[in-house]
């Protein structure tokens, strides 16, 4: 039998490759580290972790990211599986060791006799390739990218991906900061005091707004000025400018803390450290991607308090990201429709975050399996996270306006992307009427346990004609 392809090993292609031999169908996965590196990763590690390590919530009944988390579980997701074994405190959050994950998934894609891993860089796969899936993320080399481009006529989008710093553990101040996760929620291996917070007045709040402000950032190409930043990911910076109050709405809100240090004083704003390691010797600065120059990062950083003294292991970056305009150039199946032996999967085809990449590599290993055995290939349900999100990138989620279809933008996975509910629920298990935030949760409740019966249908084998449309 010949091999599926996979070209790119990151948490898209390692899924990917991984379900294809899962079924019994050898692959064959392309990783061009460390020959040739990109400008974000560090290693030649497969599914190496290049921004946060977090997988963010893992929250499944009223969280559409704790949900797919389920869903890929279920799905028997080699990411999950090595997310799981090497995860770390995050409070309602899901992170790992980043070195002790991308190991464990490198080590169990090498020793799979129907997986063979190919470290060379691959522009076009020749026509010899009758099946390949090309998921090569939103780092895609020069060469590729120019060689899909020439091959759909279609410009790819783009938009900017920052990187936030890491602090060494032992050089922040703990008469200063404290453990404790928001409200005091505990998560997968968590204890409900996960983060280290450090804790801001309003004049240190202002004060770091303006050297933030006034900071020296990375200057880009001129082919760059108009590349828009994905909302997920704003340098802080970038928020910043939205406004003086933006950040302590966003990463540096102060909501749901207490410090124990001074039970009395309510911080202005707050700054969030999460576990980055299993050691605990490592924690990033939460939500803290930046342009800033490197020196001017150490600078302003170690204004906040707790940090005046911090060892950076890593200082925050940006790099831009390309993504295809999937709705207009990939079929359900996300086979490119101008050559349909190439599949994509992960960041290029549009959605966001590391699960949401690895998820749609998933899928796209499961198609490539099934068309290689000869098999009918059923889409997930369109009710389901991996439905949902399947559809967000082939077009599912496009609506109408004056002037044609919305354009095409990144996102994570939500429960705006899924259909609504046939009948909402408006009462409680007491019989009371559910109204405010009561109504909303039980709302995401009844989409989450919709998702997961007709996922566990649609693995059984249940045809779906919604999802076939």
């Known amino acids: 039998m010949q091999p599926v392809h996979i070209v790119g090993?990151?948490?898209?292609?390692?899924?990917?490759?991984?379900?294809?031999?899962?079924?019994?169908?050898?692959?064959?996965?392309?990783?061009?580290?460390?020959?040739?590196?990109?400008?974000?990763?560090?290693?030649?590690?497969?599914?190496?972790?290049?921004?946060?390590?977090?997988?963010?919530?893992?929250?499944?009944?009223?969280?559409?990211?704790?949900?797919?988390?389920?869903?890929?579980?279920?799905?028997?997701?080699?990411?999950m599986r090595c997310g799981d074994a090497h995860q770390v405190p995050a409070g309602g959050a899901l992170a790992v060791d980043r070195d002790g994950f991308s190991a464990a998934v490198t080590a169990a894609l090498e020793a799979n006799a129907l997986i063979e891993i190919s470290r060379e860089e691959v522009a076009l796969p020749p026509q010899g390739w009758n099946s390949v899936i090309i998921a090569t993320g939103p780092l895609t080399s020069p060469a590729l990218a120019d060689a899909i481009r020439d091959l759909t006529g279609e410009d790819s989008l783009a938009f900017f991906d920052a990187i936030a710093p890491i602090v060494h553990r032992d050089s922040i101040d703990m008469a200063v900061a404290w453990f404790q996760s928001r409200y005091d929620k505990a998560g997968p291996g968590g204890s409900g005091a996960d983060y280290i917070n450090c804790p801001l007045t309003r004049e240190q709040y202002d004060g770091f707004v303006d050297a933030l402000l006034a900071g020296d950032k990375t200057s880009f190409h001129e082919w760059e000025a108009n590349t828009p930043y994905f909302d997920g990911c704003l340098p802080i910076e970038v928020m910043a400018e939205r406004g003086r109050e933006t950040l302590r709405h966003g990463p540096m809100k102060p909501f749901g803390l207490t410090n124990p240090h001074q039970p009395h004083v309510k911080a202005y704003a707050v700054v969030q450290?999460?576990?980055?390691?299993?050691?605990?010797?490592?924690?990033?600065?939460?939500?803290?991607?930046?342009?800033?120059?490197?020196?001017?990062?150490?600078?302003?950083?170690?204004?906040?308090?707790?940090?005046e003294q911090a060892e950076f292991a890593r200082l925050g970056g940006v790099h831009r990201n390309t993504f295809l305009n999937s709705p207009k150039l990939l079929d359900g199946t996300l086979r490119l429709t101008a050559a349909p032996r190439l599949r994509f999967a992960g960041q290029i085809t549009g959605c966001e975050g590391y699960v949401e990449s690895a998820a749609i590599g998933l899928l796209a290993g499961r198609f490539a399996a099934a068309e290689r055995l000869g098999e009918t290939i059923t889409l997930p349900p369109p009710t389901t996270a991996h439905g949902a999100l399947l559809g967000h990138i082939t077009g599912g989620h496009i609506e109408t306006i004056d002037a044609g279809p919305r354009s095409f933008q990144p996102m994570n996975v939500n429960f705006g992307l899924f259909p609504p509910l046939t009948r909402t629920p408006t009462r409680g298990p007491d019989g009371e009427r559910l109204r405010g935030p009561a109504k909303t949760i039980a709302r995401k409740r009844a989409l989450s346990q919709r998702a997961l019966a007709d996922l566990d249908r649609w693995m059984s084998g249940e045809a779906f004609p919604a999802a076939a449309e």
């Open 273 to 307: 450290l999460r576990q980055d390691n299993r050691l605990g010797t490592l924690f990033n600065m939460v939500g803290f991607q930046t342009k800033l120059k490197h020196a001017d990062q150490v600078r302003v950083f170690r204004t906040i308090p707790g940090l």
């Open 9 to 79: 090993g990151g948490l898209a292609g390692a899924e990917a490759a991984w379900q294809i031999a899962s079924r019994g169908v050898p692959a064959v996965l392309h990783e061009m580290r460390p020959a040739r590196t990109t400008a974000a990763h560090k290693t030649g590690s497969l599914a190496e972790l290049v921004c946060s390590n977090s997988f963010r919530s893992d929250e499944r009944e009223t969280n559409a990211v704790g949900l797919l988390h389920e869903e890929m579980r279920r799905l028997g997701s080699l990411i």
